[in-house]
């Protein structure tokens, strides 16, 4: 049961152009999101995050959307540097059922090209 | 300030033989995890300590693995014997706990001939 989904292994975008990574969850008790990047041979690196109680989060670049209704995050890279070509994971965790567990989506590889 | 420490980095070992990792996480975080990464996967949770308890241990498959945490701080996690599906990335990741990020070692990559 995949409870956290990213529907799109990879994403190609041109350098400045806006990236957007999407993620899909079906746990209705998800209070808690997050998003890591990942660079090959190294561990997950946190980029930025969202409580349930809100709907958008922006920090610098990178700004995350958050739809409950529809179960659905986004992420939103603008403008795209080549730096950020990596694999991105969102993640989720629902405090009151399974404390601060996080469960990952596959993750998208993103690749922006110069 | 020192982030998440695992060691080995990498580690490759005969089926039936044990094997175990080591990690030290970020001073002051209470609570410890171990992932499992398969290739082209995102990391899928082994078990959860809060301090020096296992909180939530429910998908580390306890015939062959086991993992302690000694004194609420470093942590090994162990497998014996392995098998060839255990060949994956290791990671470990500490956190403060509630509605805070987890911060990942480097991770070890296992690989079981």
């Known amino acids: 049961d995949q409870q956290v989904k990213q529907n799109s292994p990879s994403l190609s975008v041109q350098e400045g152009r806006i990236s957007i990574l999407n993620c899909d969850y079906t746990?209705?008790?998800?209070?808690?999101f997050l998003w890591y990047k990942k660079y090959p041979a190294e561990g997950p690196t946190f980029l930025i995050s969202?409580?349930?109680?809100?709907d958008k989060n922006e920090d610098g670049r990178f700004t995350v959307f958050l739809n409950k209704s529809a179960k659905h995050l986004s992420l939103h890279i603008v403008p795209s540097q080549p730096g950020d070509s990596a694999v991105y994971f969102c993640?989720?965790?629902?405090?009151?059922?399974?404390?601060?567990?996080?469960?990952f989506g596959e993750g998208t590889q993103l690749t922006v090209n110069p | 300030e020192a982030g998440v420490v695992q060691s080995p980095r990498y580690k490759i070992i005969e089926k039936k033989q044990p094997v175990a990792f080591w990690c030290n996480p970020i001073?002051?975080?209470?609570?410890l995890y171990w992932y499992r990464q398969n290739l082209g996967q995102g990391p899928e949770l082994l078990i959860r300590?809060?301090?020096?308890?296992?909180?939530?241990d429910s998908q580390l498959p306890k015939d062959r693995f086991s993992a302690e945490r000694l004194k609420g701080v470093d942590s090994t996690l162990k497998i014996q014997p392995a098998e060839l599906g255990d060949s994956a990335v290791y990671l470990c990741?500490?956190?403060?706990?509630?509605?805070?990020?987890?911060?990942f070692g480097q991770g070890t990559r296992l690989t079981v001939v």
């Open positions: 990741a500490s956190s403060l706990g509630r509605d805070s990020e987890a911060f």
């Open positions: 746990n209705s008790m998800f209070d808690y």
């Open positions: 969202i409580s349930s109680i809100k």
């Open positions: 993640a989720a965790s629902a405090w009151e059922t399974s404390g601060s567990r996080l469960t």
């Open positions: 001073s002051g975080h209470n609570t």
């Open positions: 300590y809060e301090n020096e308890e296992a909180v939530d």
